[in-house]
């Protein structure tokens, strides 16, 4: 009932919860990696830093090599289908920043409800998309959980252990030997990826640590050594926050923090994906992938819903691929909207990165 004031109804606002995609932004997505099959395989070929013999005559033959062996290996991939209903009954109601006077219009109002229900199912995909590729790198294996923490797919990449190891000493202890755990895993990196090392992610906790420690300030200080030092925080799009550059040994390093979060399915605490007490170190032209299978679909799309809400969004390189699905029930008062994706990120170059635990 109206009485003799006026109002004015401002803007609707919504709070959004973007998803930060800094971690699985480090896998490639070529269109080759979208795929429509059960499984995914690749073919490792594998080399070794061998050098040439010299042979002490002319006349002698060549020194006979053979061809690189390699080895397969097939992967299926988790499987995501998130759906919610639209109700016809509800459409009678207010819609977020709607004028309680003007008429409702059921199928518009059904629409965009459909159009903010599919955005609301990509994002929770995509975030858990971010919690595979935290696990890659953090452990070498990926272990997905319901929300009561009963494991629902798993894969192991058997990484090498000497790939993810405890520090000498726990890093906020007094005799702590930071740089030298550091350079320890470079060298493992280095040996056994055959490439040098030039990035670390950091956990908010290790890095806090990291440069608070009297040798790494020390090398920071050294104005004799150019490259190094510790910059004004840089924010990018996907989340990671680029400090600075050291330079340990032989190998110099981009330093990046991450403190994306996600809500954890059986806890519901807010949990970030890249961990206080880890440091993933890697060599960022190491290779790896991230694919993406289709949701099987026998029957065409339901011509009454709006093809954003029907069609498979893929966009090689971008790490994006969602199969849209929405149909009306018979009846026509209940709207379903489904978005799914098969994705597997494989760390290809499984020996050009790994992790060191910083608070054993």
């Known amino acids: 009932m109206s009485d003799k004031t006026t109002s004015v109804m401002l803007q609707a606002y919504e709070q959004d919860a973007e998803p930060t995609m800094f971690l699985s932004g480090m896998f490639q997505s070529p269109r080759g990696n979208f795929h429509n099959s059960e499984k995914v395989e690749i073919d ?6 061998d050098i040439a013999i010299a042979i002490q005559d002319l006349s002698v033959g060549a020194r006979e090599n ?15 289908k998130e759906a919610a209903a639209i109700n ?47 696990q890659v790198m953090t452990t070498g294996t990926v272990t997905l959980i319901d929300e009561n923490g009963v494991g629902v797919y798993s894969i192991d990449y058997k990484p090498k252990t000497a790939h993810f190891p405890n520090a000498s000493v726990a890093w906020d202890n007094t005799n702590a ?23 670390l992610v950091m956990g908010e906790g290790s890095y806090e640590l990291f440069i608070k420690d009297t040798d790494v300030l020390a090398r920071m200080d050294n104005r004799r050594i150019l490259g190094n030092g510790i910059v004004p925080l840089t924010r990018l799009g996907n989340g990671g926050q680029f400090r600075g ?23 519901g605490v807010s949990t970030k994906y890249m961990p206080d007490d880890k440091v993933v170190m890697r060599s960022s032209t190491g290779r790896m992938d991230a694919t993406f299978g289709g949701i099987p679909r026998i029957a065409g799309a339901d ?37 799914g994706t098969r994705p597997l990120l494989i760390p290809t170059a499984i020996d050009t990165f790994g992790c060191l635990d910083t608070l054993i």
């Open 88 to 134: 016809s009954h509800n459409m009678l109601k207010r819609m977020p920043g709607a004028n309680p006077f003007e008429s409702v219009d059921f199928m518009s109002n059904a629409i965009a409800q459909g159009v903010k229900l599919g955005r609301k199912l990509q994002r929770k995909i995509l975030r858990a998309i971010e919690v595979q590729a935290s």
């Open 177 to 199: 030997t930071i740089l030298a755990d550091l350079e320890s895993l470079a060298n493992v990196v280095r040996g056994n990826g055959l490439s040098d090392p030039d990035m």
């Open 245 to 267: 550059v050291i330079e340990i040994g032989n190998y110099k390093y981009d330093i990046w923090t991450y403190s994306g979060r996600y809500k954890h399915p059986q806890s």
């Open 44 to 49: 490792i070929v594998r080399s070794e830093e």
């Open 303 to 339: 011509p009454r819903v709006p093809a954003a809400l029907t069609s498979r969004i893929s966009v090689p390189g971008q790490m994006l691929d969602l199969q849209m699905n929405s149909w009306i029930t018979a009846n026509g008062e209940t709207m379903w909207v489904q978005a």
């Open 66 to 80: 053979s061809a690189d062996v390699f080895t397969n290996k097939s992967m299926t991939p988790p499987i995501f």
